[in-house]
């Protein structure tokens, strides 16, 4: 895993972008915007995470995740096709940074996630005592693919109507 600041040719720059050996987590761009509203629709990707957004909502979020802070778009180096989005809030829970993901499901058992994953929470341990993560106790993908980053489970508590567990990653 890599950083780098150093814009390609004719771009302005934009914040670091993280690098692993197959993907790029940049800032979310403007030629995004349509596979990112996939993620918040596809009620496969959804599944887990309360249901497709509302469309009201998904017009709101499409004119505020350009450039948000934290979130990252994950594309493959290859052929830069956007697979899909890792976020990180720092103080988001009880003052723990949280990462969150959500990858479009043609990507899903490639190990892009847990790639992203690991080095978006490498990246933040750089700078916090510790990163959390919280998926539904359900979705056993996802669960293992914290405990393969190296979370480990910390809590289990209900949430938005369903069972949840909290996974823990020291620096």
Known sequence: MGISSVPAAGRRPEAATVTTERLLLRPVRTGDVPAVTRLWTDPEVRRHLGGPVAER?????????????????????????????????????????EVSYQFLP???????????????VEQALGSTPSVVAVTQEAN????????????????????????????????
């Open 106 to 120: 043609e990507h899903w058992g490639q190990g892009y996630a847990r790639e992203a994953v690991a080095a978006a």
């Open 140 to 171: 056993a993908r996802s669960r293992r693919l914290l405990e393969a980053v190296g979370m480990t489970h910390a809590a289990s508590f209900v949430e938005f109507d369903a069972h949840q567990v909290l996974y823990r990653r020291r620096r």
């Open 57 to 97: 909502i998904v017009r709101i979020r499409q004119q505020r995740v350009v450039g948000a802070p934290g979130v990252h778009a994950v594309v493959r180096a290859a052929d830069r096709v956007l697979l899909g989005l890792v976020t990180v809030e720092p103080d988001a829970r009880d003052g723990e940074t």
